[in-house]
């Protein structure tokens, strides 16, 4: 019951910020940022509970606590990296529109379309947190893989406007400043509801 009163309303409240790109107004911007504080409160709250619990009964939550440590440290990469890329670029200056065209697209994408040094570097990040993602997913449920499979694939086939492309340019469709902007912030949110998604199973078994 727990699980259900704090998870499932955080969940479906995350999820309906997905459709990303389609706002007109800078909202999203700041209704993101809520949403990841209130995943990042969240977190921390099930982690200390589940550590609690595992100090409890080590037995029985040790493989799952090397699991989660594990998830959260490669989460906590992709958030710091991201982090860090939005403080170079300074958030007030893309809402602001006070930075020269593609700056944020520079940062990474080359101008041949490949992947900076920057750019894979987050490509590695992802890959990571999607083979750990696989290796938890112990009981094999479709909740878990349908997310995985669908955020973190880097290696999959994505289409727009019926054209295959990469993950990379689908993530990053729009490269405005703007919304290079708003893809980073949809894809911390995205690690951030994995999180909790695999919190949930684990408090239901």
Avoid at 5 to 11: G, R
Avoid at 29 to 51: C, L, M, N, P, Q
Avoid at 95 to 121: A, M, Q, R, V, W
């Amino acid at each position: 019951m727990l699980f259900k009163k704090f998870f499932i309303p955080l969940f479906l409240f995350s999820f309906s910020l997905s459709a990303q790109h389609k706002y007109n107004t800078y909202t999203a911007h700041y209704s993101i940022e809520k949403a990841i504080k209130i995943s990042s409160d969240v977190i921390e709250g099930r982690t200390e509970f589940f550590e609690k619990q595992a100090e409890e009964k080590p037995l029985m939550f040790q493989k799952t606590k090397v699991m989660i440590g594990e998830l959260n440290r490669l989460s906590n990469n992709i958030t710091k990296y991201i982090e860090n890329t939005q403080e170079e670029v300074n958030r007030e200056q893309v809402l602001y529109d006070l930075l020269d065209k593609n700056h944020y697209k520079n940062l990474i994408f080359k101008e041949s379309g490949g992947l900076t040094i920057k750019g894979d570097s987050l490509r590695v990040k992802i890959d990571s947190l999607y083979i750990h993602s696989k290796r938890i997913n112990v009981h094999r449920l479709s909740q878990l893989e349908n997310f995985y499979e669908e955020h973190f694939k880097t290696n999959a086939d994505f289409y727009h406007n019926e054209d295959k492309i990469s993950y990379f340019d689908y993530l990053f469709y729009d490269k405005s400043n703007y919304g290079m902007m708003m893809a980073m912030n949809y894809l911390l949110l995205d690690v951030k509801t994995f999180q909790l998604l695999y919190y949930g199973t684990v408090m239901n078994y």
